[in-house]
Nanobody, 126 residues
Framework: QVQLVESGGGLVQPGGSLRLSCAAS????????IAWFRQAPGKDREGVSC????????KAADSLKGRFTISRDNTLNMVYLQMNNLKPEDTAVYYC???????????????????WGQGTQVTVSS
């Protein structure tokens, strides 16, 4: 059974950092690509970043480059999203999603992703 579980969300002050984790199970660790998406209240869900199965290809939304970094640990079947210098506009529910099987690259569009986690809330506020 394919399952994705996000964790690491919470309340943080502007300028702070959080690391989100996505635990994947039900398929081989090198068989999928993972993307992070987020959805703020009243807004459409948007792609944040993605990482291919080999970790050789990553992609991030232009507006988030330099603050958000995606990585993966295939030995643990985990994907991480390190978020630095957080701003109030980063407040959203963050989801991880998996594309199985993965291509050699990844996308920050929703279409290729068949499996989704339940989301974790990130709130940036003073």
């Amino acid at each position: 059974q394919v399952q994705l579980v996000e964790s690491g969300g919470g309340l943080v002050q502007p300028g702070g950092s959080l690391r989100l984790s996505c635990a994947a199970s039900g398929f081989p660790s090198d068989f999928y690509a993972i993307a992070w998406f987020r959805q703020a209240p009243g807004k459409d869900r948007e792609g944040v970043s993605c990482i291919s199965r080999s970790d050789g290809f990553t992609k991030a939304a232009d507006s988030l480059k330099g603050r958000f970094t995606i990585s993966r640990d295939n030995t643990l079947n985990m994907v991480y999203l390190q978020m630095n210098n957080l701003k109030p506009e980063d407040t959203a529910v963050y989801y991880c999603a998996a594309e199985v099987p993965a291509r050699g690259y990844c996308s920050t569009y929703e279409t290729p992703y068949q499996y989704w986690g339940q989301g974790t809330q990130v709130t940036v506020s003073s």
